[in-house]
């Protein structure tokens, strides 16, 4: 777990290969989940992502860049939402 958009950038930069996929809040200090994102993609290209977001969705989406690649859980959100989201950006199958 990391503290801002920053940190996160920096954790895929050194170790994106022991990551299986990215969580992010859009709205971060220092760097948020938008910039964010489109740094890491560029470090780690096939990386799912998955956006945590309060705000609107149409709104969030306008911000990323033309055919970007991601997932979104609007909060509130109940764990078994998140556990499922995470199944989900994954590929895998919950029983």
């Known amino acids: 777990m990391v ?6 950038v920096s954790e895929v930069h050194s170790h994106g290969s022991d990551f299986m996929a990215v969580l992010l809040d859009v709205d971060m200090p220092h760097m948020d989940g ?8 560029r470090a780690a290209p096939d990386l799912p992502i998955l956006f945590l977001t309060a705000s609107d969705l149409e709104t969030v989406m306008r911000r990323l860049p033309r055919g970007f690649r991601a997932e979104f859980l609007m909060k509130p959100f109940r764990i078994s939402e998140l556990a499922d989201a995470i199944s989900g950006l994954l590929g895998v199958a919950q029983s």
Do not use: L, N
């Open 34 to 41: 938008i910039a964010a994102a489109v740094e890491i993609r």
């Open 3 to 8: 503290k801002d958009g920053r940190e996160a």
